[in-house]
């Protein structure tokens, strides 16, 4: 028997995936492992939408030649969208990996590791392992293909394509069975999803249905695809929560049209109105320094903050990403995008702050992931003096807003 020890870079998709990749080392017996030193196999999943996040991942593959070398039988796995953008060079620069995996086969993952011939085969009749956590993942679409002009995403993890609708519903239900309460739905533009005529709106309408569901979430929209429909279904259905992280990236016109972001400011605006109308809070990420970001351009960012008045935001200096349009774009200096970058941040701050007050003496529904803390259904982190069973929801009343947490 393997112990697997999970090292995952970047967002919720490639938790996702490295779930995925998990089940298909499972059925071969492995199980997981928190202790890097004491595992026999490490599983490395990556990002490169940013360099910094590459170069961490890539760095740690060179560190793990003498964790390797210290047990006889180690294996490594390098997966995801770093692997997919380097490829042959992996194994060249580091001979000491045994599989690389790009994000445009993390389908085929178990056929992968058959073929190493490093893993037996997955015995008859194994049972999926119980979810750990009330918080399930669930991918319902692979890559992208709206090819933002700073993005790397399409080129690492191909054409946008939905997985079959009745399959979804049946890994929904599945992680249901296993214990989770809570479903996030996951995809590049999630809620550009349709199947065969079958789209988002409805998948939302019939995952809702099933046993045992008690929340429902998505990551990450796109406001391209964000429609009336969409937006009733949030407001109507109970089950769905009350709250999109929906990245605008900048609050530019010019600037949005040079990303190829494919909306206006204005047009984004009336996506944000017409979800506030159903009570729905907005996040959001935003790009600083955009090569061609001028300060006017700037200023119309904080503006749009405002007017959006988003419960949150991650916000992150422009990352030239080779392979992509902008990369051949003359940088702004440094000191200009920090400065920005530090106006941007003490903004969003305080308009957090504003939206955590604005929570104090509600009562709240807190689906709670551990004994003491929990989330809303606004997706407001909430902390309690008495311990709750993790999974359970229970009605809170918000005493007092501290930061970015509330109290009750």
């Known amino acids: 028997m393997k112990t697997v020890y999970i090292q995952t870079f970047g967002c919720q998709m490639n938790t996702a995936d490295s779930a995925e990749m998990m089940l298909a080392l499972s059925a071969r017996g492995c199980i997981s492992c928190q202790n890097a030193q004491k595992a026999d196999v490490m599983l490395i999943n990556t990002c490169t939408i940013r360099e910094h996040a590459e170069h961490k991942a890539l760095s740690l593959l060179g560190r793990l030649r003498k964790w390797k070398d210290a047990k006889s039988g180690r294996v490594i ?22 599989i690389v995996c790009g994000a445009k086969s993390i389908d085929a993952f178990d056929k992968i590791i058959e073929a190493s011939g490093l893993f037996g085969g997955a015995p008859a009749g194994a049972e999926p ?15 992208c293909s709206c090819k933002c ?95 999109l992280h929906l990245p605008v990236q900048s609050g530019s016109s010019k600037v949005l049209k040079e990303m190829k972001r494919g909306y206006s400011r204005e047009e984004f605006l009336s996506k944000i109105s017409l979800l506030k109308k159903g009570g729905i809070w907005v996040s959001t990420d935003i790009i600083v320094g955009y090569p061609t970001e001028t300060e006017e351009d700037f200023k119309e960012t904080l503006t749009l903050v405002d007017e959006c008045n988003f419960s949150g935001a991650y916000c992150f200096k422009f990352s030239p990403r080779m392979g992509t349009p902008a990369f051949s774009l003359k940088e702004l200096p440094v000191n200009i995008v920090e400065k920005r970058l530090d106006i941007l941040l003490n903004k969003v701050k305080l308009n957090a702050k504003a939206a955590y007050k604005a929570q104090e003496g509600t009562i709240q529904r807190v689906l709670m992931e551990s004994p003491h803390n929990g989330r809303t259904l606004s997706n407001f982190w909430v902390r309690t003096e008495k311990p709750y069973k993790t999974g359970d929801a229970v009605e809170l009343t918000i005493k007092k807003a501290e930061e970015s947490i509330l109290l009750a």
């Open 77 to 98: 796995i390098f997966a995801g969208c770093a692997a997919e953008r380097l490829g042959g060079e992996v194994k060249k620069k580091f001979p000491h990996v045994d």
């Open 149 to 243: 002009s700073y993005c790397i995403v399409p080129y690492v993890r191909g054409e946008a394509s939905s997985l079959d609708f009745d399959e979804v519903l049946k890994n929904i239900q599945a992680k249901l069975d296993a214990g989770a309460k809570e479903i996030v739905l996951l995809g590049q533009t999630v809620n550009a999803y349709n199947y065969k005529g079958k789209n988002f709106a409805a998948l939302l309408k019939e995952a809702v249905k099933l046993n045992g569901l008690d929340r429902l979430r998505y990551l990450s929209p796109h406001p391209l695809f964000i429609t009336e429909e969409v937006a009733e279904v949030m407001a109507t259905e109970p089950k769905i929560a009350k709250h």
């Open 129 to 143: 392992p119980a979810e750990s956590s009330p918080i399930a993942l669930v991918n319902i679409m692979r890559g």
